[in-house]
C-alpha cells in the first residue's frame, strides 16, 4: 500500500506563491508519473499539472505560464511551485501518483490540501 502525503497549501492573496509538495510512502518498484489536480467549489476535480518518470511534464492551459510541476525522484516527492495566483485558482488540490508494482500497475490520491487566493 502507497501513501501520499501533502503539504504546503494555505491562504494568499492574488499574486503571491505557494509551494506544494507530495510524498510518497510504500513499498513499491517505481513511480510511472506523478500529478496534481484541483476542485474548485462546485465543480469537479480537473488536472493541473503532470510530470512522467523521463522529466516530461503538461499543463493545464489555466496554468501554463504561472505554475511549475517537479519531481525527486531520491524522495519519491512531487512539488507544484505557484506563481501569479489568481482567485480562480482557489481550490483543494490533490496529488496523484500512478505506482508500479512487480505485476500490476495502482493510481493513489493524497488527501488534498486546501489552497485559497484572496482578491
Known amino acids: 500500500q502507497v501513501q501520499l502525503v501533502e503539504s504546503g497549501g494555505g491562504l494568499v492573496q492574488a499574486g503571491g506563491s505557494l509551494r506544494l509538495s507530495c510524498a510518497a510512502s510504500?513499498?513499491?518498484?517505481?513511480?510511472?508519473?506523478m500529478g496534481w489536480y484541483r476542485q474548485p467549489p462546485g465543480n469537479q476535480r480537473a488536472l493541473v499539472a503532470t510530470?512522467?518518470?523521463?522529466?516530461?511534464?503538461d499543463y493545464a492551459d489555466s496554468v501554463k505560464g504561472r505554475f511549475i510541476i517537479s519531481r525527486d525522484n531520491a524522495k519519491n516527492t512531487v512539488y507544484l511551485e505557484m506563481n501569479s495566483l489568481r482567485p480562480e485558482d482557489t481550490a483543494v488540490y490533490y496529488c496523484?501518483?500512478?505506482?508500479?508494482?512487480?505485476?500490476?500497475?495502482?493510481?493513489?490520491w493524497g488527501q488534498g490540501t486546501q489552497v485559497t487566493v484572496s482578491s
Open positions: 496523484s501518483m500512478k505506482v508500479r508494482y512487480i505485476v500490476r500497475v495502482d493510481d493513489y
Open positions: 510504500g513499498r513499491f518498484s517505481s513511480i510511472i508519473s
Open positions: 510530470i512522467v518518470s523521463d522529466g516530461r511534464t
